[in-house]
């Protein structure tokens, strides 16, 4: 199998050429039926359920959210930034602690 779950998704024209459309929505049209049967024996189905459900049955149809040429914003470039200053200060205290370190070397050789 060569699909690429990471990748671009096959259009619908693909889909249709493989026969998986077709299979979508026989699968959907079977249950549709079966949820039918089963409100018909419950009692029917309220307003705010139908309306639900259309509402839901819509987001199949819905059209791609972001253009393919727009550029996505870098959700994490603040948290980089911030460890990025944070590491930068811990070289700083990293770079003083070591001076001070060579600093007393110095200092004990005089010493002795």
Known sequence: MDFDPYGDMPS??????S????????????QKKK??????????????????????EGLLELPVEELPGEETPDLFAAERAEAEK??????????????????????LRKLF
């Open 12 to 17: 619908f024209e693909d889909l249709k050429k």
């Open 19 to 30: 026969g998986t459309a077709d299979w979508l929505t026989d699968a959907m049209a079977e």
């Open 35 to 56: 949820n039918a049967s089963l409100l018909a024996a419950l009692g029917g189905e309220s307003e705010a359920l139908a309306a639900e459900r259309q509402n839901l």
């Open 86 to 107: 944070r590491r930068a200060s811990l070289d700083g205290i990293f770079g003083d602690l070591e001076a001070s370190r060579k600093a007393e070397q110095e200092r």
